[in-house]
């Protein structure tokens, strides 16, 4: 037990360490590349935080176990639409001002409901559907770069070197990776130590920890100030999530689906709605922290219907 509660306490570390770096590099290539700063945290950003879910995915459907796939993608997106939203607006509520690009925030929702409806018509994921979801993502990303958001890129003080920069953004992304696994298991472990059952592992802690990364590196961009960078990857991580990780990892390994996580799935979906109403009120209203209560509050409500279906 105190190996794992060490192994969780360093990986936490290391998470917060490589998130600082990550943003920094990914400031400094925005500038370079003359791109805008929500172009990279939906993109760029996104992609490297979620490698986690990727490699638990993965690694998961190959090893037969697809309530820890599906499981943990849907944990996943509820704690970023939630839990992660709620603790940015309390750094930082400008994070919300941020969200302009409205086409981005309703695709989030669209691509909640595509998975939904591939889960309940055909019980699960099939090559075709993975195939499908890829072809979705292909249409998103060009999308993205031929409609740029008119959006002025990531101010950096002094000149930036190209490849010290590209460097520290890879190593960034695999201490990221790194440091999610360590922290992932660590938490298992302990977990296990006190007999949690599999599926509220797999939708709350395995969730977590492997949306550790996506916390870290937008709670550090709201922070520095990188709005447009903070949401941009929740926003990106959200859809990635569902289109790149669950199409890939049903074209490679069909995915059975557990009808135990339809309350799950219509959280996912309303965490995505909620996020869309809440940018398109903020507009409009003065900045406040308080709005982070709703999703906070949403958050706790939601664990406690989590424990209320799955139980321990």
Not at 17 to 45: E, K, N
């Amino acid at each position: 037990m105190l190996l794992a509660f060490t192994g969780l306490i360093l990986g936490i570390a290391l998470l917060v360490y490589c998130a600082d770096r990550l943003i920094q590099a990914a400031t400094q290539l925005a500038t370079i590349w003359r791109i805008p700063a929500w172009i990279v945290g939906v993109t760029i950003v996104a992609f490297g935080t979620s490698l986690p879910e990727f490699v638990v995915n993965l690694s998961s459907a190959v090893a037969g176990h697809p309530d820890i796939a599906i499981g943990t993608v849907v944990g996943s997106d509820v704690i970023n639409v939630l839990f992660i939203i709620g603790v940015l607006v309390l750094i930082n509520p400008a994070v919300l001002r941020s969200g302009q690009n409205y086409p981005e925030l309703l695709f989030m929702i669209v691509v909640a409901v595509v998975a939904a409806l591939l889960f309940w018509q055909g019980d699960g994921l099939s090559r075709a559907d993975g195939g499908g979801l890829i072809i979705l993502f292909l249409g998103y990303i060009t999308y993205l770069f031929r409609f740029r958001p008119s959006e002025t890129t990531v101010p950096v003080a002094a000149a930036v070197r190209f490849w010290r920069a590209v460097t520290w953004f890879i190593v960034a992304l695999i201490g990221l990776a790194v440091a999610g696994s360590i922290t992932t298991q660590s938490a298992v472990q302990l977990a296990e130590i006190v007999g949690l059952s599999q599926a509220f592992i797999s939708l709350t802690i395995i969730g977590l920890g492997t949306s550790l990364p996506e916390l870290a590196t937008s709670a550090m961009a709201a922070w520095r100030k990188q709005t447009a960078l903070s949401l941009g990857n929740i926003v990106g991580s959200f859809v990635l999530n569902i289109i790149v990780i669950l199409g890939v990892t049903s074209l490679i390994q069909p995915l059975e689906y557990n009808h135990s996580f339809d309350g799950d799935v219509y959280f996912m979906i309303g965490g995505s709605v909620v996020l869309l109403l809440a940018v398109w009120l903020q507009h409009r209203t003065p900045l406040r922290r308080s709005l982070a209560i709703l999703f906070l509050g949403s958050f706790v409500y939601y664990l406690i219907n989590l424990l209320q279906r799955h139980g321990f």
